[in-house]
Structures are given as structure tokens and as C-alpha cells.
């Protein structure tokens, strides 16, 4: 695993490489799925996620396109602290792994699909993600 050092200036040292980095080595990181922890300097707390999450937000705002719509953003904003909120985050982290793991797949049927329908790949996908979420409500669930 490689360790990051986050000092207070905000700079980023990669203790491997022993060099300082920047937030694109760190989604290069990402991309090329290297196992990585960014901590403290000084307390050594781990860091990791909020550079994640910096890094999603330049993202977000830079001229690509987004990948987190308005509305996407306010019905997760909503699951913060409600009960459902570990569903949410099993459901989206299992969804995405499925997602990537079968991309190939998906980018096949959306071929054949587009063909006859415009929405037939996206209800193929709900239809799926609806399947997942199934399997994670709680017995007591009416929803």
C-alpha cells in the first residue's frame, strides 16, 4: 500500500516515490486501482477520503460533464442520517461494482437494445438495480 503524507500546507507527499505529488497522480492512483492511504503528518489521521472527495468536487465543476446531476445530489443529501442510509450506500457501492464489472457487457446490450427502443437499456438497468435493492430491505419493509 502506498502512504501518502498530507502536510499542513496542504502539500501531498507520496513516501514511496519519495517525491511531493498532486491530486491527478492521486486519480491516476484511482484509475490504475493502486491501493493507497493519505494520512496526517502530523497525527497521522487518515485523510483518504476527504482528498477523494475533493478530488470528485474539482471534477464536478471542471468543463466535463458532470457525472452527478442537481437531483442525483439532493436525494443523497436526503439519505444522510435517515435510516435507510447503510442500505443506500451497500445498494450504490454493489451497483457500481456490478456496473463496472459487466460494462462490457452493458455497452453490448445498449447496442442492441438502442435499437429498438431508446429507454430499453436504462429500464434493463433499473430492473436490475431494483433487483439488488430487493435483496437489502429489511423483513419488516412495506416498501
Known amino acids: 500500500m502506498i502512504k501518502i503524507k498530507r502536510y499542513p500546507n496542504r502539500r501531498l507527499y507520496d513516501t514511496s516515490k519519495s517525491h511531493y505529488i498532486n ?4 486519480r491516476e492512483l484511482v484509475i490504475a486501482n ?4 493519505i ?10 477520503r476527504s482528498i477523494l472527495i475533493q478530488i470528485i468536487s474539482e ?17 443523497l443529501i436526503c439519505f444522510y442520517g435517515h435510516d435507510n442510509q447503510d442500505y443506500l450506500q451497500e445498494f450504490l457501492e454493489q451497483s457500481l ?21 431508446p429507454f430499453g437499456l436504462f429500464s434493463s438497468i433499473v430492473e436490475q438495480n431494483m433487483n439488488m435493492w430487493s435483496k437489502f430491505k429489511t423483513p419488516g419493509d412495506k416498501k
Open 23 to 26: 491530486l491527478d497522480y492521486i
Open 34 to 37: 493502486e491501493e493507497f492511504q
Open 59 to 75: 471534477e464536478e465543476t471542471s468543463d466535463r460533464q458532470s457525472l452527478l446531476t442537481n437531483t442525483l445530489l439532493k436525494r
Open 97 to 117: 461494482s456490478a456496473f463496472i464489472e459487466h460494462q462490457d457487457d452493458i455497452l453490448k446490450l445498449n447496442s442492441g437494445i438502442n435499437k429498438n427502443s
Open 39 to 48: 494520512v496526517d503528518s502530523k497525527t497521522n489521521e487518515d485523510k483518504t
